[in-house]
């Protein structure tokens, strides 16, 4: 009877929530009235016109014509802000009712000013400079007329075969969502009608980083427990932070693609969650649909609408089968006009119906975009989002005085340094390696030879080079690079030497089943070691990758991501000492492909491995650890931290009460430094198998050398909730392990009972 009433009082609250998502805006309305069908179809075309920036294979095609004839609600990829303003021109003065395009673009990380990738973003820990980097790219953005970004992208990626893992926050659901909720206040800001912010659209819904086998676009299938406890809490928090806009992702969910998916877009987003913003398509997802499997393009549209999808990327299934999909009554024209109504409250909410040219100001970008204060924040942010993995024999930081051979394919390379989806950026205004290390010590003698190629294979180059040069095959053979290498390294103090993956190795459709450094890199790396000189590695990737090699070797290594626009100059910075590294992984580091899935969270299945040996009967692999090369959560520094006196407030706690765990930091080494604190929650017995343990708060912290602090972190009661077999959000009686600590193999520890 209790669980009845619980179920009224749910759907009272939903259908409330749907009340209020449905408190109409009168100009909507009477707009709505005015529109014919086909103007309202045109409301939910979303098109690229090609010639600017290209994020997929298809280009749209007559797209003048169609936005002056009212089939074209919005435009993507764009190249400038001239050109926005020809087609809201179009779309202003052509048509029937005057309606203003929106102007999106995938801003991922920076528009002009490019951070590092978000996977590096992620690793700094620092949901202020996260959120002032979504700031910054929004302020560059709609200085280029630009008012509907593509991002963030939080989907849950454990596979770092996936190549866009590099796109969202690794592994964890309780960071990601933080890192979701920074993101989406730092483009929407507090008003949406401000002409420096935009709409955030919060992608891909849903589960889009489980692709099988870590293959782009690949299927998923997953248990609605796995998904409401790890995969979804991103996307939610973005909603609960009020992101206007939701994209969908390319493969299915319970054998329905997210596009056609009704459960998904209806029953969870607008009835559960409340959302009341728009959902737009993924590129030709809608399409796509029909290779998946689900009929006919008008059949494939049909269910889209049906399932709640309001806007259709590029596939124009929408524009060319909706209204016929009306007169043979497959879907509704209540149903057309809802999605229509959701992007004309979108154009309301960002003040285009006042003005469509708000966001086309031809003085802004030349103060907006790419100014000082903008690349500063840049070369701070790339600085943090560094991990130190190793400090061989203590040789970081280096002096400012001494001879270097700085070495590798990717030490003197602007091609590379943007990252994956940095599409509205320039590579050529990045800082290579080489100019940062001169120009943040200039009293150091710095010699740079390339040493190898990112790869000598011909045919990787050709896939990862699809948006430009960046594989370049020298003309040199492996040999000559090698040697002169060589012998610069030993006509020198240290070896910096930058290697790693190109930047379209990670990204969309750049999935790998092979996540070593390419072997003409391994060979540099090892012949470096072999002078014996001190061997610095700055290792760039997307993702993680297969290091147990190089891990094992006598050298240190920072690894810096795909750093950005001031790429060079944050390296140095660190290398120099300038900044005292500070990152910490949020993806787990494999040995090797064959221990994917791996990720901190896992359980501990009814035949756990107590030792490192293998143990027959008992959950391990016969010729693999069962531990990670790197744990989430890992990062050295410069100095060191030492961890003393965990303690809890209270040893009992009661429902829907907080309690805080308290432990005394010191930084024992020789540098300032700051340090990320991070606590581990373990339910230990509970109705559904628990995580062995799961992130579930974090501090970051700077110390002064010799200095201590008292780190408190609070549990709150939603800290100790999971979603149970029937998908309540609840926290059971019983005995929780809370461990605090350096990394996610944190061992101090102090538990409590939850009454
Ligand atoms: C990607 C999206 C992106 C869209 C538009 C798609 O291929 O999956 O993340 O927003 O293109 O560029």
Redesign the pocket.
Same mark, same amino acid.
């Given at each position: 009877m209790r669980k009845f009433n619980l179920f009224v009082a749910v759907l009272f609250f939903t259908g409330l929530s749907s009340l209020q998502a449905q408190e109409r805006i009168p100009l909507v309305e009477e707009l709505l009235a005015k529109m014919t069908l086909e103007e309202k179809i045109g409301q939910l075309n979303l098109l #690229?016109p090609g010639g600017g920036v290209a #994020? !997929?294979a298809v280009v749209s095609q007559n797209v003048e014509a169609k936005i002056k004839a009212g089939q074209v609600g919005g435009l $993507? !990829?764009v190249a400038s802000p001239e050109k926005m303003k020809v087609a809201q021109d179009f779309a202003v003065n052509d048509t029937r009712l005057k309606i203003p395009l929106l102007f999106g673009s *995938?801003v991922i990380h920076g528009y002009k000013t490019t951070f590092p990738i978000p996977l590096g973003l992620a690793a700094s820990w620092d949901l202020d400079l996260i959120e002032k980097t979504a700031r910054i790219a929004a302020i560059e953005a709609t200085a280029d007329g630009i008012n509907w970004n $593509?991002s963030p &992208?939080v989907d849950i990626a454990r596979d770092p075969r996936w190549g866009r893992i590099a796109e969202g926050a690794g592994e964890d659901p309780y960071l990601g969502s933080a890192i979701a909720k920074a993101m989406v206040k730092g483009y929407q800001g507090n008003d949406l009608s401000l002409n420096n912010t935009m709409l955030a659209t919060v992608?891909?819904i849903a589960l889009y980083g489980a692709s099988e086998g870590g293959r782009d676009y690949n299927s998923v299938d997953m248990s609605k427990v796995k998904m409401y406890n790890e995969y979804l809490p991103p996307y939610k928090a973005a909603v609960d932070a009020g992101v206007a806009s939701i &994209?969908t992702s390319?493969n299915d969910i319970d054998g329905v693609p997210a596009s056609g998916n009704k459960w998904l877009l209806t029953n969870l987003l607008r009835e559960q969650w409340g959302f009341n913003g728009f959902v737009v398509s *993924?590129?030709t997802s809608v399409n796509e649909m029909i290779a998946h499997g689900l009929g006919d393009l008008q059949a494939v549209s049909a269910l889209a609408l049906n399932a709640g999808l309001d806007m259709d &990327?590029v596939g124009e299934g929408f524009l060319t089968t909706l209204k016929k999909s009306l007169e043979e009554g497959k879907v509704t024209g209540d149903q057309i006009t809802q999605a229509c109504r959701r992007i004309l409250e979108a154009k309301y909410k960002l003040g285009l119906f006042n003005d469509p040219y708000r966001y086309i100001d031809a003085s802004r970008p030349a103060k907006d975009i790419l100014n000082e204060e903008h690349r500063k924040v840049a070369r701070e942010a790339a600085a943090r989002s560094f991990v130190l993995f190793k400090n061989h024999n203590n040789i970081l930081p280096l002096k400012k005085d001494i001879k270097i051979a700085l070495v590798g394919p990717l030490a003197n390379n602007k091609n590379n340094m943007l990252g994956t989806w940095a599409p509205t950026g320039d590579p050529q205004l990045s800082v290579p390696i080489l100019e940062g290390l001169k120009s943040v010590a200039p009293k150091a003698t710095i010699k740079y030879a390339k040493g190898a190629n990112i790869s000598d294979d011909p045919e990787l180059a050709k896939n990862v080079n699809v948006f430009g040069p960046r594989i370049e095959i020298d003309e040199r053979s492996p040999e000559e690079m090698l040697s002169e290498a060589l012998s610069l390294a030993n006509k020198s103090d240290i070896v910096v030497a930058v290697v790693g993956e190109a930047t379209e190795m990670s990204g969309?459709a750049a999935s790998r089943s092979d996540l070593s450094i390419p072997a003409s890199q391994k060979k540099l790396i090892r012949a470096l070691v072999a002078t014996g000189k001190p061997v610095a590695l700055v290792l760039m990737s997307g993702r993680p990758l297969t290091i147990p090699e190089e891990l094992a070797l006598p050298v240190s290594i920072l690894q810096v991501w795909h750093p950005g626009v001031e790429a060079g100059n944050a390296v140095a910075e660190v290398l120099f000492g300038d900044y005292n590294p500070a990152g910490k992984l949020t993806a787990t580091w494999p040995v090797n492909v064959g221990q994917i899935p791996i990720y901190h969270s896992m359980k501990n299945t009814g035949r756990p491995a107590t030792t490192e040996s293998f143990q027959k009967f008992q959950s391990n692999y016969l010729d693999a650890p069962n531990a990670p090369l790197l744990p989430f959560g890992y990062g050295l520094s410069y100095t060191q931290f030492e961890y003393t006196d965990p303690s809890i407030e209270k040893k009992e706690i009661g429902q829907g009460e907080s309690v805080t765990i308290t432990v005394s930091l010191k930084n024992t080494g020789n540098y300032d430094g700051e340090e990320v604190v991070q606590l581990y929650l373990r339910d230990v017995v509970r109705s559904i198998t628990p995580p062995m343990r799961e992130l579930k708060g974090f501090k970051k912290v700077f110390l002064k050398q010799g200095e201590s602090k008292s780190v408190s972190i609070t549990l709150t009661p939603d800290d100790l909730k999971f979603y149970n077999s029937q998908l309540d959000f609840v926290s059971e009686p019983g005995e929780f392990e809370v461990f605090i600590g350096t990394d996610s193999n944190a061992t101090d520890k102090v538990t409590f009972t939850l009454k």
């Open positions: #690229t #994020t !997929g $993507f !990829g *995938d $593509f &992208m992608k891909h &994209m390319f *993924d590129y &990327m969309e």
